[in-house]
């Protein structure tokens, strides 16, 4: 096949199912596989010429819509300078103006950046310096993680050993996963009254294991993949107070999170909270490329720095890739030079009053928003293959997972656009009563 051969339409998922893994999918029963030929601002474009409203942001990436002229001149600009590099031994400007753009509008004292390629890798590294900062500390023993039930990190295997062991894939990799701390999952919500037995399961575990334990590592007030579950930042403030008293590693995983999708830029500042270790992924490029960071505080950079091997052990091939530093610069000055904090309030109060009637189902246990978050949770597990042809043909792209039909839209999503989502939700949700 030579390269610029255009694949007849006719064959495209036929060689799809022959050659073609999708995620978490058996590959000899796909579902419905939905060929996208164009994505422009909130739409994806089916090769009929129909379009789709998208109200996922392509797994809660593409934050600016899609084709954007700022973010396309961004990778081309970049495209004509340096596609890519090796990074040990070489600097470049987009690196440099990322990390440093990272260090400012991050949490304070995050420091030092780690690039990688994907937020799972973004974990594996933010466990390896953990481990290492403590290794250097004289205290090797130290190699446990304490973590949340209901937990989502990634598909690797330091990611998926703290992922929730029941929903994640524990199951299958089991025999061959590290065995970490599980502290019951929050469950104290975002607005509920936050009492100290909400913590006090957690207080314990971290207190009997305090010598064994390198650091908690945990989604900042939204449990995202495990069921979208918003939590009190009373409870992130109190892990990170325990977190101190024990003098054990606070990693907060905003690989979801980050950048504006909970209405503050990241959500620790829900909860005021600086942690030692910062995961950052997802929409950090804007959806564009893939692109992941770990942040660090100097305590933790210093920490390593001082031990027997000084050297941080991770590099990547494609650490810190140009073109993706590149669109990344242009998605946060974007974002940062719009009224972003408005526009998620907007969608956010537009969601709650339109996902309302869904409550009326006595089949739907809860429904809830925050930020540019909009969930319906059902009693039983959603069959998302069923669900999938109907939300195609209302005309919009939601993909629902486990126990949960959620909107995550991008932050230009307009009003009317949005409205189409909602109702959309709406009436499947009500066509779940046949
Ligand atoms: C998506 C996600 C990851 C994994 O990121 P990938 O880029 O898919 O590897 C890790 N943690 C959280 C909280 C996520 O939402």
Redesign the pocket.
Known sequence: MIYNHQIAPQDLLRLDREHVWHPYTDFTNPGLITPITRAQGVELQLADGRVLIDGMSS?WAAVHGYNHPVLNQAVIDQLGKIAHVMFAGITHEPAVKLAATLARITPQGLNKVFFSD????A?EIALKMALQYWHAQGQAQRTMFLTLKRG????TFG?MSVCDPHSGMHHLFHHTLAHHLFAEAPTCGFDDTFQESHIAKFAQLIQQHRQKIAAVIL?PIVQ??GGMRFYSPEYLRRVRELCDKHEILLIV?E??TGFGRTGKLFACEHAGISPDIM?L??ALSGGYITL?ATLCNDKVSNGIASGDNPAFMHGPTYMANPLACAVANASIELLLSTNWQERVAAISQQMRDELAPCKDFSYVKDVRTLGAIGVVELHEPVNTAQLMPLFIEQGVWVRPFGHIIYLMPPFIINPEQLSRLTSAVLKVVSALAD
């Open positions: 797994w994907s937020g799972s890798v974990v989502y990190h990634g598909d990611a989604e995202g993949a995983d690989i979801a995961c992924g997802k992941a």
